[in-house]
């Protein structure tokens, strides 16, 4: 008997500039309960519109979404933002609110008491690995880059959602800290039964971190599946997208030591 997909697109299309950019062009995708799934495309070819209309940052012109079955025009686009983390591109803290204020934040809303939140964010502290007293009083600006991406994961997983959602989360972060943030955020989205939609526009990250990867181009979903089923995709574009990461392995190869010596 088939699941039923915690998010699904089907037939949607979005338009801006009065119609005269179409930013999403007739999409169907479903994103099945557990998934890791990365949306890859360059820039203008409706990835994070596509992100945004799920939790209806953005409405839609034509077709149904629905979030956990249910559609979203449906549910009041507040309490649904509530039930889906968001994770913005460089954390998007609020800058006035201490690192604890901000992960608090939407369980305060749902007017979860306060001894409660506390510890929740002690909880979440430890779960995205920054210690508690150094951190929970710190203001965004006295962080480092990946530090603040951390709290932006924690606040995403405040309110225990099922679903989390992810704009180019570790795009402005350098090669090492990226890697380690990523590798970490791969850890909690199987150890917490998340679905997670992560928006890149980097073939090898999406290859390393998703279960499954739909690519588009031009607002239109040109492919989508595992690694192993967009290779033997005939799309050119695809072709072009695969062989990045294809080259630098093989220069990796001869680069680097065989036998791991440094």
């Known amino acids: 008997m088939p699941t039923t997909p915690l998010i699904a697109y089907a037939r949607v299309a979005k338009t801006f500039d009065d119609g005269r950019v179409l930013a999403v062009d007739d999409v169907s995708l479903d ?5 890791f799934l990365a949306i890859v495309g360059g820039s203008g070819s409706g990835k994070t519109t596509l992100l945004r209309l799920a939790n209806r940052l ?15 025009r449906n549910v009041d686009p507040i309490l649904l ?5 968001y994770v913005f591109q460089s954390g998007g803290l609020f800058p006035h609110l201490t690192v604890a204020g901000n992960i608090g934040i939407t369980p305060k809303l749902t007017g979860t008491p306060p001894e409660e939140i506390s ?7 430890d779960l995205v690995r920054l210690d508690r007293a150094p951190y929970r009083d710190r203001l965004p ?20 959602p099922r679903i989390v959602l992810m ?4 795009g402005a972060l350098d090669p090492l800290t990226r890697d380690a943030l990523g590798d970490d955020y791969r850890e909690l989205h199987k150890k917490l039964g998340l679905t997670t939609v992560m928006i890149t526009h980097d073939m090898t990250e999406a290859i390393l971190l998703a279960d499954r990867i739909a690519v588009m181009r031009g607002g239109k979903l040109l492919a989508q599946g595992t690694p192993t089923e ?3 995709s005939d799309d050119a574009y695809v072709g072009e997208l695969l062989r990045t990461p294809r080259r630098q392995a093989e220069r990796l190869g001869v680069l680097l030591p065989q036998d791991g010596a440094a």
């Open 167 to 170: 704009d180019e989360p570790f």
């Open 141 to 160: 600006h006295e962080l480092s880059g990946g530090q603040r991406q951390r709290v932006g994961v924690a606040r995403a997983l405040a309110a225990r």
């Open 119 to 125: 510890a929740r964010v002690d909880e979440l502290l």
């Open 81 to 85: 933002r509530r039930r889906i983390g």
């Open 230 to 232: 967009l290779s033997s």
């Open 31 to 35: 994103v099945a309960e557990g998934e």
């Open 58 to 72: 953005i409405e839609a012109d034509t077709g149904t979404i629905t979030v956990e079955g249910e559609d979203v």
